[in-house]
């Protein structure tokens, strides 16, 4: 395929634009007892369905395994290729668990460049499978920006204010924003449009509210950190300093 064609296809798909949904995986297979010839078997077949792909084993066995990465022009996500992989391997390994499964499933990541298979290009022996793509493989990896998203999603240790920030971003556009402006976005989520899921605690619902706020700001204030006694004694201290330096 021309690049200008490829390129029409994976970066103007509105597909591509989906979240979580990305042309280029790389995954590795690590069964407990080594990987066999039939899990290979069949894990050849697949590849060989996909639009290009690479495939290589490591050690031998009880240590056997495999590493592999796809290019599809069609975005997947890590769900949808993880369910392929599980299948096989459940299919021909007698002993599969959900131990396997899940390092499986955590062997599994967007490919952001060639490094993944370059760093086993040098081990011809190895490979088992190697039709890379017929164009520039960059055009299958995600964007500068998709990847500093996906960066700051994975380090963010609050995913439900994370994921709201980003639909404020839209809404608001980098304007000015009061609690008030929050609020009602808020409340308008959770009532009118249904698209955030309710609290009903009246408490909770108005601490949340705040919270966000805050969130979205960026920075809080030292009084929503501290007791009402301990925030007293702070600013006293603050003002006698002061009262100090006069003096």
Not at 14 to 19: A, F, G, L, S, T
Not at 105 to 125: C, H, M, P, Q, S
Not at 142 to 164: D, F, I, M, T
Request: aromatic letters at 12%; proline letters at 3%.
């Amino acid at each position: 395929m021309e690049e200008e064609n490829i390129h029409e296809v994976i970066h103007e798909n509105p597909v591509h634009k989906r979240e979580g949904h990305y042309n280029s995986w790389s995954f590795t297979i690590r069964p407990l007892r080594g990987i066999s010839e039939n899990t290979l078997t069949k894990v050849i077949l697949w590849l060989d369905k996909q639009d290009f792909g690479f495939a290589c084993l490591e050690m031998e066995g009880e240590a056997r395994h495999l590493h592999g990465q796809i290019w599809i022009k069609e975005p997947r996500t890590k769900g949808t290729i993880n369910k392929s992989l599980e299948n096989i391997c459940a299919r021909t390994i007698e002993d599969w668990s959900p131990a396997q499964n899940l390092v499986l499933r955590r062997g599994t990541k967007i490919a952001y460049n060639d490094g993944f298979v370059e760093n086993y290009l040098n081990k011809e022996e190895n490979i088992i499978f190697n039709n890379p793509p017929d164009c520039p493989s960059e055009f299958f990896y995600p964007s500068q920006e998709e990847q500093e998203e996906v960066q700051a999603k994975s380090s963010s240790r609050n995913s439900q204010y994370y994921e709201l920030k980003k639909e404020w971003k839209k809404f608001n556009e980098n304007n000015a924003f009061s609690l008030e402006d929050v609020a009602r976005w808020l409340m308008d989520r959770m009532y009118k449009y249904d698209t955030f899921k309710i609290i009903e605690d009246d408490k909770r619902r108005k601490q949340f509210t705040k919270s966000l706020y805050y969130y979205l700001k960026g920075q809080g204030t030292l009084k929503m950190m501290l007791t009402e006694e301990d925030y007293l004694k702070t600013t006293q201290h603050y003002n006698q300093m002061l009262m100090e330096q006069k003096i």
